[in-house]
């Protein structure tokens, strides 16, 4: 364990000297701002319509301006919003080494390989989680300024833990992208791959077949196709669950087994 402590030391010592997390957080904000912005918009239709067809469209998006709907979206934000922006964490943590050809030194240090791997995890994994308790912060706080109407604790509550579980579910589909940027030796191949299961996770989900697609299950947990979409089978958790695991094993294999030469 301390030759994991000291590779999650030097992971978090290049978080803290890196402005690639609060650029980050700064694009996670946009989710919940834009929420609240909907949720301004449907309370006050009469002044919408001098905007034209905004409140239309926020109707579509929403379906009403209480704090059970502003809840689901904000989940959605974390689930769908934050599938892109902790791929881009997990892209930067894994193939920032291989992009600025310093990987030979990382890969030269007495520390197991293992241990290099899943300190990288455990930050992407405290970063991402970071980023939903902000998103949920914030949402709390939008929604307590705009005076959301059935504001009770159980509803509080509920969303805010919806919110938790779309987190947990996305951190723990990464270890692919952690992969992909291991393996790409860089940032592109991994990015292009969440781009792919994102497309592929709406796809699944519009045709009713989601919960077998573990990339689509936090999205319809936080309510994207409805309430009724949103009870998951455990067959949905335990997909989640097998990518987490394999992926986490896959990278490690690969950083053990690998040719590194860069």
Do not use: N
């Not at 978080?15 to 919940?32: Q, Y």
């Not at 894994?94 to 990987?103: I, L, M, Q």
Request: proline share 6%; hydrophobic share 60%; charged share 10%.
């Amino acid at each position: 364990m301390s030759r994991l402590g000291a590779a999650l030391g030097c992971e978090v010592v290049k978080v803290r000297r890196s402005r690639v997390p609060p650029l980050t957080a700064l694009g996670f904000s946009l989710g919940p701002l834009a929420a609240g912005l909907f949720m301004v918009i449907m309370k006050d239709p009469a002044r919408a319509r001098e905007w034209g067809l905004i409140s239309t469209k926020a109707q579509v998006f929403a379906g009403a301006a209480d704090w059970p709907t502003f809840l689901s979206v904000v989940g959605q934000t974390v689930a769908i919003g934050g599938w892109l922006l902790f791929a881009l964490l997990t892209a930067w943590v894994f193939g920032r080494e291989f992009a600025d050809r310093t990987a030979r030194t990382v890969l030269a240090v007495p520390t197991p390989r293992w241990a290099t791997v899943l300190a990288k995890l455990l930050v992407v994994a405290a970063m991402s989680a970071l980023l939903a308790v902000w998103a949920a912060l914030l949402g709390l706080g939008i929604g307590a300024v705009i005076g959301l109407p059935g504001g009770s604790a159980a509803v509080l509550l509920d969303g805010v833990a919806k919110v938790a579980m779309a987190a947990t579910l996305t951190i723990a589909l990464l270890p692919p992208i952690a992969l992909a940027a291991s393996a790409g030796r860089g940032y592109m191949a991994p990015l292009g791959l969440a781009l792919l299961l994102l497309f592929l996770a709406q796809v699944v989900a519009a045709t009713g077949w989601g919960e077998w697609f573990p990339w689509a299950v936090p999205a319809l947990l936080a309510g994207l196709a409805g309430p009724d979409a949103a009870a998951l089978g455990p067959w949905s958790f335990a997909l989640v669950a097998a990518v987490a695991v394999a992926g986490t094993a896959a990278t490690v294999a690969w950083w053990r087994l690998a040719d590194h030469v860069t």
